[in-house]
Nanobody, 120 residues
Framework: VQLVESGGGLVQPGGSLRLSCAAS????????MDWFRQAPGKQRELVAL???????NYADSVKGRFTISRDSAKNTVYLQMNSLKPADTAVYLC???????????????WGQGTQVTVSS
């Protein structure tokens, strides 16, 4: 299973970015898909998650600014980020909970990350 993120870059404070993460490979089903982020010198933190049933959850620091969504037919998850702040600067990593067969358990898979820099 491979996860490939895209959409990062440099944006001014108050701006917006949309991240995408596409899963490919041997996939039977995807349960949860998440976005994490890690800034230099800080622990990796969960930004947002979305379950197969569409339930979402967000870190307090991004509530009201970020929106997670998914296209199950494309095995893709998105993160719409609005009103970006310098504190949002980090590498954003996609994570998916995937079953590769009908009788296998679920495993977690990670993307390589995409850099988001918020600066004037």
């Amino acid at each position: 299973v491979q996860l490939v993120e895209s959409g990062g870059g440099l944006v001014q404070p108050g701006g917006s970015l949309r991240l995408s993460c596409a899963a490919s490979g041997t996939i039977f089903s995807i349960n949860e898909m998440d976005w994490f982020r890690q800034a230099p010198g800080k622990q990796r933190e969960l930004v947002a998650l979305i379950t197969s049933g569409g339930r979402t959850n967000y870190a307090d620091s991004v509530k009201g600014r970020f929106t997670i969504s998914r296209d199950s037919a494309k095995n893709t998850v998105y993160l719409q980020m609005n009103s970006l702040k310098p504190a949002d600067t980090a590498v954003y990593l996609c994570n998916a909970v995937v079953a590769i067969g009908p009788v296998t358990g679920y495993g977690r898979y990670w993307g390589q990350g995409t850099q988001v820099t918020v600066s004037s």
